[in-house]
């Protein structure tokens, strides 16, 4: 059976970057995902802050990376990892398809997050055409229109703060009351076109074709309902690390993101993470791109010290 020098799950910006650099340092490369290439990408309808692109749909972006990808040669195959097995200086993949088994020396893992959703009525219509999960990404649609943010944490808080500045009104919705740093609590409470609406539980999102609002719901005594008009919802209830498939190999922390150094290395020599999936503070295109180049640039340094 071939042994790849390298095998990357995940064929987003993180794992399509990691790609190049590794085919262009003279390793055999396969690059799996289960969906199209391209990973959050694909859904985003405007990316505007990936240097060099200007203004991009998000699949245009995709479909460039993968281009790129294809021109130097990597290997793309369709497939949904469930399993990882160490075995020292090679390493199994286990995949769901027709129970298909890889054999690697080195392994990025570039699987990334999906946002956790609330899972309510008309949720699953308006997403990424009324519900969105990135203000730095959506918000300019929004200028000057009313705007719901969901959630209360630190991504909450921030992310209206930035959003209250383009428009005309923004109201947070929480299930718990804000649970930001103070000071970013006490910014956003002073912002005058800045409503919040503490202890509630979202029903539904309203709207025939187009969104239009949300209904909630105190979590309170009361259990008064409340209805929101809006053009546009940010959901800001976490992000859900895309893991399972290799929780086994214990390299990740409690929350489910890998705990890398700054060479993207896990604690299992061979084993790399980069993108959305490793434990971070900001998570973009760009800082994805970044940690694929740095893992794959580790990958190869380990693969030659395997041949020396
Ligand atoms: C709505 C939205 C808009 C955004 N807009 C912007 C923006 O404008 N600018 C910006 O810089 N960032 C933006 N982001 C953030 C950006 O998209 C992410 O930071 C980036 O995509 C992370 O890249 P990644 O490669 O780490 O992971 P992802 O893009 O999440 O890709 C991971 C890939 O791994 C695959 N995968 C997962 N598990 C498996 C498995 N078991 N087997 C096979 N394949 C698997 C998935 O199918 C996916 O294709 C946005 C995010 C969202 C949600």
Redesign the pocket.
Known sequence: MKIYDVII????????TAAIYAIRANMSVLL????S????????N?????TGTGKIN?AELSMQMFEHTQELGVEFDY????GIRDNGSTKSILCEEEDTVYETRTIIL??????RKLGVTGEENFS?SGI???A???GAQYRDKDVVVIGGGNSAVEESIYLAGITTSLTIITMFNLTADPKACDQLRSLPNVTVHPYQDILEFTGDGALDGVRFKSTKEDDTEQHVRCDGVFEYIGLEA?S??FENLGITNKFGFIEVDDEMSTSIKGIYG????THKKL??????CS??AIAANSAAKYVESLRA
């Open positions: 799950i995940g064929a987003g910006p993180a794992g399509m799996l995902d289960r969906l290439p391209g990973g959050q990408m694909v859904n985003t405007e990316i505007e802050n990936y998000g497939k949904t990892v469930r570039a699987t990334g997050t999906v946002p990424g969105s999960w990135c730095i990404c959506d895309t399972e498939s980069a993108g959305d999936i998570r973009q295109i760009v800082t994805a940690d694929g």
